[in-house]
């Protein structure tokens, strides 16, 4: 069966290799050639080095969305994992209802972000008028409200990965823990934390990469806010791209940047990933 399957390998694999290619990498080489043009179509792309790159890195409209999305990011990875991973030990006590809980806390990752952005947008924006304010005001406002909705949309879901890290530890090795005198944080600390690395390192990096490709729901949330202040960087490039004719290919070059930095981010989720299975 071996011999068949290394021998007609190569067939099988073959759609979904062209498929890879034509969909992915020849668009994204052609995209990092483009991002070195100055161009309005396609057709028309003119060679003019890092212009380009060194245009994007003096907008301060980007620099300020580099800024305020690696802001957003630090505090969304803390809170969520934090937040999920509390509730995830809280909800494999095996305690009556725990299920039903479960699924009510997960459900808000099945909703669309455009979705969630308008929701969250006239509630914040509800309790905020009781006060003379709104999102949009201060970005102070549009930050913390892009916080909460991300955390209400990815808790129930980084809790289902640290419930299924934390119920296979085996109760046998926490038995023995408690028995030798270890309080519960002792235990969290020193029994369970060591052996869910990899669901604290997929956990963090997922939320990390979610944080970075924001765009939907920074959109509908805060579209509008004065002087761009709490456009991330998705949401800056798309307006980049559709104003001023994408700036003649800065727009290109900021969405290769983009490319690199989430790239950076899955290569290392990927690293520490396979680095805490070796350990473990």
Partial sequence: MEKHLKKYFALFALPTVLAFLTAFVIPFIFGIFLSFCK????????WIGIRNYVRAFSDKDFLNALGFTTAFAVVAVITINLIAFLMALLLTRGKKGTNTVRTIVFMPNLIGGIVLGYIWQLILNG??????????????????GLVILMNWQLIGYMMVIYIAGIQNVSNELLDAAKVDGASPLKVVRYVIMPLIRPAVTICLF???????????????LTAGAP??????LALDIYNTFYGRNGWEGVGQAKAVLFSII????????????????VES
């Fill in 39 to 46: 161009f309005t179509t396609v057709l028309d792309a003119r």
């Fill in 127 to 144: 309790i905020l008028n009781m006060f003379g304010a709104t999102l949009t005001e201060d970005p102070v406002y549009g930050f913390w």
């Fill in 206 to 220: 997922l939320t990390l990469t979610h944080a970075y490709k924001l765009f939907d729901q920074n959109l509908a």
């Fill in 227 to 232: 002087a761009k202040k709490t456009a991330m």
């Fill in 262 to 277: 989430v790239a950076v981010i899955a290569l290392t989720q990927l690293y520490f990933t396979k680095r805490k299975e």
